[in-house]
């Protein structure tokens, strides 16, 4: 079984503090994504990896930034956290690239900023 | 236009009826399709890929139709069980992922 696992479940921070959120997949994934999701917007992409260094950006990058130094962890970090991004932060992988790959979840970080 | 829509519902429907989901999606380059489904508070999980050849997994159907660019979803003898939200996902060739914003089904007794 493919696991999927994020550091937190819930997290409550202060506005312009410095969030890190880490994900790690035990199955040797090559592609590593990060959504948020929202009531009324669904879920929208952030940031991307296909390999180890390599990053791209989502739909909605802004404020935010990634950090993909191992295969098995994607990091996700709020430089300055601001009330518009309290949300849902939702981790997932996939085993390749090409478009036909299910994606993996994680159980997800529900994050509060005040 | 969002690049995928799904029925807004709610669909609130009793034991053993069936039902249907549809979503449309605006790009005709759009590689491969998905059905996902996500209980409340949980993550999202594959319920079933979508073929052109339409498939079949136990009381849920999909169905893809390329030319009219959407795909459905039919349950049929709906269980309590089924109460969740169902995404629809469609993926590019480049892997990308767009998500529809979900329905929701409440079964009811």
């Known amino acids: 079984d493919v696991k999927v696992t994020q550091s937190s479940r819930y997290l409550v921070k202060r506005t312009g503090e410095k969030v890190f959120l880490e994900c790690v997949q035990d199955m040797d994934h090559e592609n590593m994504f990060w959504y948020r999701q929202d009531p009324g917007l669904g879920l929208r992409l952030i940031y991307f990896s296909y390999d180890v260094k390599m990053k791209e950006k989502g739909d909605i990058p802004e404020g935010y930034s990634v950090s993909r130094e191992k295969k098995e962890r994607f990091s996700l970090i709020l430089e300055s956290a601001s009330t518009n991004q309290t949300s849902m932060y939702l981790c997932?992988?996939?085993?390749?690239?090409?478009?036909?790959?299910?994606?993996?979840f994680g159980p997800g970080t529900r994050l509060l900023v005040l | 236009r969002k690049e995928v829509e799904q029925d807004p519902g709610p669909f609130n429907v009793p034991e053993g009826a069936t039902v249907a989901f549809n979503c449309t999606y605006s790009n005709s380059a759009s590689q491969s399709f998905f059905w996902y489904r996500q209980d409340c508070r949980k993550e999202p999980k594959l319920l079933m890929s979508v073929y052109s050849s339409g498939n079949e997994d136990g009381r849920f159907t999909a169905q893809l139709n390329r030319a009219s660019q959407y795909i459905s979803l039919l349950i049929r003898d709906s269980k309590l069980s089924d109460s969740a939200t169902y995404l629809c996902v469609v993926n590019n060739n480049a892997g990308k992922s767009t998500f529809g914003d979900g329905t929701t089904l409440t079964v009811k007794p």
């Open positions: 997932a992988s996939s085993l390749t690239s090409g478009g036909q790959e299910t994606q993996y």
